[in-house]
């Protein structure tokens, strides 16, 4: 991205090989301006690998399965409520 932070870093600081690594990466994402939308594009590529956004791999992976059961959870209460049976009074 090209005003973020890591514009001053070496590529390879995004992509650790270990915890303290992706600590380091997160610490640097923690004050990028473009932290959000940078979040919000790896998770629409579904990008695998490297600290986005401030958010590890598993980060990643943990807020897309919320936002799956989620947005299920939604679909089944928005069923539900289709199915409710509307009382009628005459
Ligand atoms: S949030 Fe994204 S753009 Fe900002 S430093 Fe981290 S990886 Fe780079």
């Excluded at 390879?12 to 932290?35: H, L, M, W, Y």
């Excluded at 399965?65 to 409520?81: L, M, T």
Aim: proline letters at 7%.
């Amino acid at each position: 991205m090209a005003t973020g932070n890591c514009n001053n870093h070496p590529p390879s600081v995004f992509f650790p090989s270990d915890g303290v690594g992706v600590e380091a990466a997160k610490k640097i994402c923690a004050s990028c301006p473009v932290k959000d939308p940078c979040l919000e594009h790896a998770l629409n590529m579904r990008i695998d690998h490297g600290v986005w956004g401030g958010a590890s791999e598993r980060q990643r992976r943990r807020i897309l399965k919320s936002r799956r059961v989620a947005a299920r959870a939604a679909r089944a209460a928005a069923e539900s409520h289709a199915e409710t049976p509307v009382e009628i009074r005459l």
